[in-house]
């Protein structure tokens, strides 16, 4: 089943509110691209500003609490996310699973938070390169995804799949390894949510750009991109949308 691709930018700690020109154009330059849902995920200072300047367009966070509310000094919840403007969540990328420690049983929390109050949620996983070197690399992701993903089928979810060798670096799986580790997944998806685990769109990340973008999407499995560093730019990461609607 070819689903609709879904394209989405995840600035990291990257702009100020100097840089939400290049937010509005970006929802701009994506309405000449209807066949893809597009949105950026932007640090939580630009949320509400962004969504304000350019309102249908999705804007979304990079990490979530899992508490409703209380004592967590720093965090944000799935509802404040959602006052300010925010339609979807990242949760579990590597640079969260790693830097900050979390588990995927904690993952796995905070998208059932995001998801029950209807925060759509991009469910990272990927492996390291000593975890690649020694082809354990889909054992090793179908088990982080096993752990992380939510219990229930909920609309709104997607699953990244980045390799954490990838991701900054440039370099790229081949496509033959990105089509096995999909696959992989989408196999999990269907084991944890029978036939919906179908509707669930699985997601590449890890230095995609203009000039690999087209190839990456015409792997199977592969219903769009989670793209850091070529997403701060309309002018990267429009033809990487327009990849993704030539598909
Ligand atoms: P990159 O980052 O496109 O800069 O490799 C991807 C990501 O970490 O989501």
Redesign the pocket.
Same mark, same amino acid.
């Given at each position: 089943m070819a689903l609709r691709k879904l394209v989405a930018g995840?600035w990291?700690m990257h702009g100020l509110s100097s840089d939400l020109g290049e937010v509005r154009a970006i929802a701009e330059g994506s309405r000449r691209y209807p066949t893809v849902d597009v949105a950026l995920c932007l640090p939580a200072i630009l949320i509400e500003r962004a969504a304000r300047a350019v309102p249908g367009f999705a804007i979304g966070a990079q990490d979530v609490h899992e508490a409703e509310q209380g004592a967590y000094t720093g965090c944000t919840s799935a509802r404040q996310l959602l006052d300010a403007g925010a339609s979807l969540t990242i949760v579990g990328?590597?640079?969260r699973r790693e830097g900050q420690y979390e588990s995927n049983s904690q993952i796995k929390a905070k998208a059932e938070a995001a998801l029950s109050c209807g925060l759509g949620v991009i469910l990272?996983v990927g492996e390291s390169l000593a975890v690649r070197e020694t082809g354990r690399a889909v054992s090793t992701v179908e088990a982080q995804l096993d752990a992380s993903l939510p219990d229930g089928f909920a609309e709104g979810l997607s699953v990244?799949y980045?390799p954490i060798w990838?991701?900054?670096?440039g370099k790229v799986p081949g496509v033959d390894d990105i089509a096995e580790m999909h696959a992989a997944l989408r196999a999990r998806l269907e084991a944890a949510y029978g036939d919906a685990g179908q509707s669930v769109r699985i997601l590449y +990340?890890? *230095?995609?750009?203009a000039s690999n973008a087209a190839e990456i999407f015409s792997v199977a499995h592969v219903d769009g991109a989670?793209?850091? +560093?070529? *997403?701060l730019k309309a002018s990267d990461f429009l033809p990487i949308v327009a990849a993704a609607a030539a598909s």
């Open positions: 995840n990291k990328h590597s640079e990272c990244a980045e990838a991701i900054g670096t +990340g890890g *230095s995609v750009k989670l793209v850091g +560093g070529a *997403s």
